[in-house]
C-alpha cells in the first residue's frame, strides 16, 4: 500500500466509517469436518449484514505468516505490517500513556508461573488480577541496575511494562517469552551487536526479579517480549484524511491507535461498552475503530464453547452500530485465534464490508467457509481493505485523467 498515493486521492467527505475488529475471530473446527467457533455461533445479525455486503478473507501480513496482534492491526489501519514494525513495548507504553522518551527502550511482559526446575507452566500466571500484578510490582520496584533506570508499570492483568532508559540502549534484544509451556524462559540475548549492552542489563534486571517472586504463587517469574523504541511514522489522520477515534478497553489496542496519530478514547471492560463510546461521540468523528478483545482471550485459552458464547454476544450488540446510520462498515478480526491451537494461526480472517455503494456477493452467512465464496476472495491482503472503505465512502479522488 502506497501511503503517499493514498494521501494525495483522499479527499474531504460527509461519511462515516466504522472498523469493527472482533479479536481473534477467525477459528478452526475442533474436528475435520467441524464447525469453526464463528459457524458455530448464533448470529443473525452479521449473517444479515453479510447479505448485504461485500464478504470474503483477509490475510493479516501473508500467506502462511501467524501475525501478532500489532501488526495484524496495523494492516488493518492501511500500514503494511512487513515495512512498518514496531514491538509490543512501544505499544504498551503508549496504551497506559507512559512517557516514553525517544532512546528507551521498551518492553511488553508476563508474569508466568514456573515449577521447581524453572519450567514454564502457565504463561499468564493465571490472569492474575491488575491488583495482584501492581502488589507484585511493589516487590520489584527496588530493582536497580547499573547503567540505566527502571521502570515498572502495570497493563493489564498479567502483563506489565519494563522500561530502560539511558544511554546507548537497543531494542535489538531477543524476547525470553518461549511461547510454549514445558521449557524454560529463554536468556535475553543480543539480535545485534549494538544490542549486547542492553540485553546484559535484562539479564541483570531478570536475575533479580527471579530471586524477589521465588516464594509467590502463581506469578513466580516474567517473561519479556517485543522489546522496542519509538519510531516517527506517517500520521493517520494525515494520510487518509480522517478523523479518527480509536476506542478500545485493552492498552495495547488503544497504544496502537495512539501510534498512528489517531484520538483515543477508552472503554471500559463490558462488552457493551466500546459500543456506548461510539454512539457518544458519533458526532466528533468521521472513522472509528472499535476494539472488542474477549474473544481471542478464549481461543488462547482453548476455550472453544466460551468463543461461541462471546460472538453470540458480540453480535446481538451490531444492531446499535447501524442505527448510528454509518456509511461504511467493516466487521472482521485482526487474527485467527483457534481454540484447538490456543494461539494464533495462519488462518486467513473472515471480513465483510458493508457499504451504499458496494457490490453485494452472494454470501448468506458471515462465517469462514461461507467467506471462501465472498467477492473480497479468500485470501485478500488486510492492507487493502482501508482504501476499499475509502472509496465506498467516496473519499478517494480518480487517479490519473
Not at 469436518?33 to 483477509?58: R, V, W
Not at 519509538?230 to 501510534?259: C, N
Not at 466528533?284 to 458464547?309: C, I, L
Request: proline share 6%; glycine share 10%; net charge negative.
Amino acid at each position: 500500500m502506497d501511503l503517499d498515493l493514498i494521501k494525495k486521492l483522499a479527499k474531504p467527505a460527509d461519511t462515516k466509517i466504522v472498523l469493527l475488529v472482533l479479536d481473534g475471530l477467525g477459528g478452526a473446527p475442533l474436528e475435520k469436518g467441524g464447525a469453526t467457533e464463528l459457524e458455530a455461533a448464533e448470529t443473525p445479525n452479521l449473517d444479515e449484514i453479510a447479505a448485504q455486503s461485500l464478504c470474503g478473507l483477509h490475510e493479516p501480513v501473508a500467506t502462511g505468516i501467524t501475525p501478532g496482534s500489532g501488526p495484524a492491526h496495523l494492516g488493518l489501519f492501511g500500514y503494511d505490517p512487513i515495512k512498518y514494525q514496531v514491538g509490543r513495548g512501544v505499544l504498551a507504553a503508549l496504551g497506559i500513556d507512559f512517557d516514553l522518551r525517544g532512546d528507551d527502550v521498551a518492553a511488553r511482559g508476563n508474569f508466568c508461573t514456573v515449577d521447581d526446575q524453572g519450567l514454564v507452566q502457565d504463561r499468564r500466571a493465571g490472569r492474575i488480577s491488575s491488583d495482584k500484578n501492581q502488589e507484585l510490582l511493589r516487590l520489584l520496584r527496588d530493582i536497580e541496575v547499573e547503567g540505566a533506570q527502571v521502570f515498572l508499570r502495570v497493563v493489564k492483568e498479567y502483563r506489565f511494562l519494563l522500561v530502560l532508559r539511558g544511554e546507548n540502549l537497543s531494542e535489538a534484544v531477543g524476547e525470553t517469552d518461549p511461547l510454549e509451556v514445558g521449557y524454560r524462559p529463554r536468556e535475553p540475548k543480543a539480535l545485534r551487536p549494538e544490542g549486547e549492552r542492553t540485553a546484559h542489563l535484562v539479564a541483570k534486571f531478570v536475575e533479580q526479579v527471579r530471586s524477589k517472586l521465588a516464594d509467590q504463587h502463581p506469578a513466580n517469574m516474567v517473561l519479556l517480549r517485543g522489546f522496542s523504541q519509538r519510531t516517527d511514522w506517517p500520521q493517520f489522520p494525515e494520510v487518509f484524511g480522517l478523523r479518527a477515534a480509536g476506542i478500545a478497553s485493552y492498552p495495547m489496542y488503544r497504544g496502537l491507535a495512539k501510534l498512528v496519530g489517531m484520538e483515543v478514547l477508552k472503554a471500559g471492560e463490558n462488552m457493551a461498552d466500546p459500543f456506548g463510546v461510539l454512539e457518544g461521540a458519533w458526532g466528533d468523528y468521521d472513522f472509528f475503530f472499535v476494539h472488542v478483545k474477549p474473544m481471542d482471550s478464549a481461543g488462547e485459552d482453548g476455550d472453544f464453547d466460551r468463543k461461541v458464547r462471546l460472538i453470540e454476544e458480540v453480535d446481538a450488540f451490531v444492531p446499535r452500530v447501524f442505527k448510528l446510520d454509518p456509511d461504511v462498515v467493516i466487521v472482521t478480526g485482526d487474527h485467527s485465534t483457534p481454540a484447538k491451537l490456543a494461539y494464533h494461526s495462519w488462518h486467513p480472517v473472515p471480513v465483510m464490508l458493508w457499504s451504499r455503494h458496494c457490490r453485494a456477493d452472494e454470501v448468506k452467512r458471515f462465517g469462514e467457509r461461507a467467506c471462501l465464496q465472498g467477492g473480497l476472495g479468500p485470501r485478500m491482503p488486510a492492507v487493502e481493505l482501508l482504501p476499499l472503505a475509502l472509496a465506498n465512502a467516496m473519499r478517494l479522488e480518480k487517479f490519473g485523467a
